[in-house]
């Protein structure tokens, strides 16, 4: 059954080992952040720095696994037919609103949105690593400047995970305007056995 994550907003759930993950693009040019945790012991979780050292590329997409902090396989990708994913960037934060964008009062993010959502499993805001953010567009010049770029995910592009471990996910609908080429719209995700 397909679920859906309204725009700006997240989802946590549960996820058994050998099932999968589908996180489907229903429209356009839509990001979503992603963080994993191990469901017996949450302090075990997703790591940036572990995936792009083992899997020795900064792109991360079908074929490659995700990492944890203690070196072991959290997911790994079956299937990607957008093919362009992030794994450097932080989910945005009140503080990316106020520091990049210059933006003043409240401003719905990822961040806010993992971690509310992933309380309800004991998981607290500085658990919260730096997510696998999928279909999000950056690029970076011969001398490491970074940028973000309209994402080239089209209508009905996904992305399918398979589960290595008993897993507790959290998962967004981006709500940082460059991210999303300057609209939000949902994002769907299916669990399959």
């Given amino acids: 059954m397909i679920q859906k994550i309204d725009k700006q907003s997240g989802e ?7 099932q999968k993950l589908k996180v489907i693009s229903p429209e356009a040019e839509q990001v979503s952040d992603m963080v994993l945790f191990n469901a017996n012991d949450p302090r075990e979780k997703l790591s940036s720095g572990k995936t792009l050292d083992f899997e020795e590329s900064i792109l991360i997409t079908k074929g490659n696994f995700l990492w944890s902090n203690r070196s072991q396989k959290l997911m790994e990708i079956l299937e990607d037919t957008n093919g362009r994913n992030d794994f450097l960037l932080a989910p945005c934060s009140p503080e990316t609103f106020e520091i990049m964008y210059d933006h003043k009062g409240y401003h719905p993010s990822c961040f806010e949105n993992l971690y509310k959502n992933l309380k309800k499993f004991g998981i607290e805001p500085d658990d919260v690593p730096t997510a696998f953010n999928i279909f999000m567009n950056v ?5 490491g400047k970074l940028s973000v770029d309209p994402p080239l995910n089209k209508a009905g592009d996904y992305i399918l995970f398979e589960a290595k471990m008993d897993l507790i996910i959290g998962l967004t609908a981006c709500s940082a305007e460059d991210s999303n080429n300057g609209s939000f719209k949902p994002i769907h995700f299916e669990i399959i056995d």
């Avoid at 946590?12 to 050998?18: C, T, V």
């Fill in 12 to 18: 946590a759930f549960s996820l058994k080992k050998g």
């Fill in 139 to 143: 690029q970076f010049d011969s001398k």
